[in-house]
T-cell receptor, first 112, second 115 residues
Framework: DAEITQSPRHKITETGRQVTLACHQT?????MFWYRQDLGHGLRLIHY???????NKGEVSDGYSVSRSNTEDLPLTLESAASSQTSVYFC???????????FGPGTRLTVL | QQQVKQSPQSLIVQKGGISIINCAYE??????FPWYQQFPGKGPALLIA?????SEKKEGRFTISFNKSAKQFSLHIMDSQPGDSATYFC??????????????FGDGTTLTVKP
């Protein structure tokens, strides 16, 4: 079955380190999204992509970057991790002309 | 500026009761309004969604009521069950244009259904 996976599921890192969170989907969806989820803030959009080589900033993009070299993957990089980036990160994908977003299982990131 | 406001933050309902969660939006360009259900340790999953051309949509025990003039929509869970205990998010998005498909989420409601 097609699916969307994230790795790692849990990550502990130190302030200042570079961290990359992986997102892989097998639906061949062009549209992919990264969100962070914090208590009391719901899901906030970090970056999104409408296709290969396309990336766009969301509402909370500072300190994060993404690249889209193929349809299946949208890795999220924290250039220099900060304690404020401790959160649960969700990747999602959506097919063209469809409304439903499919979410991955999430990555819990702790920055010490 | 929060574009989608959700209330209440938490809700406790007895088994068999009705759970009601409300959302209000500001951007009149929104034209797709989904509700997501999230269990602990899992990603959100689409529960039910509505477009602004209808005032109500029902799927089993779940109903969305939509009031376009008031820019409000709500989720009703009839005959609430302990298995419905989860966090519920409303969202809004635009189907076309440069912001197509980007969802703006409410802050979530934690529902607890007591047996």
């Amino acid at each position: 079955d097609a699916e969307i996976t994230q790795s790692p599921r849990h990550k502990i890192t130190e302030t200042g380190r570079q961290v990359t969170l992986a997102c892989h989907q097998t639906w061949n969806h062009n549209n992919m999204f990264w969100y962070r989820q914090d208590l009391g803030h719901g899901l906030r959009l970090i970056h999104y992509s409408y296709g290969v080589q396309d990336t766009n900033k969301g509402e909370v993009s500072d300190g994060y970057s993404v690249s889209r070299s193929n349809t299946e993957d949208l890795p999220l990089t924290l250039e220099s991790a900060a304690s404020s980036q401790t959160s649960v990160y969700f990747c999602a994908s959506r097919a063209d002309s469809k409304d439903t977003q499919y979410f991955g299982p999430g990555t819990r990131l702790t920055v010490l | 500026q929060q574009q989608v406001k959700q209330s209440p933050q938490s809700l406790i309902v007895q088994k068999g009761g009705i759970s009601i969660i409300n959302c209000a939006y500001e951007n009149t360009a929104f034209d797709y309004f989904p509700w997501y259900q999230q269990f602990p340790g899992k990603g959100p999953a689409l529960l039910i969604a509505i477009r602004p051309d209808v005032s109500e949509k029902k799927e089993g025990r779940f109903t969305i009521s939509f009031n376009k003039s008031a820019k409000q929509f709500s989720l009703h869970i009839m005959d609430s069950q302990p298995g419905d205990s989860a966090t519920y998010f409303c969202a809004a998005s635009i189907k076309r244009g440069t912001n197509a498909g980007k969802s703006t989420f409410g802050d979530g409601t934690t529902l607890t259904v007591k047996p």
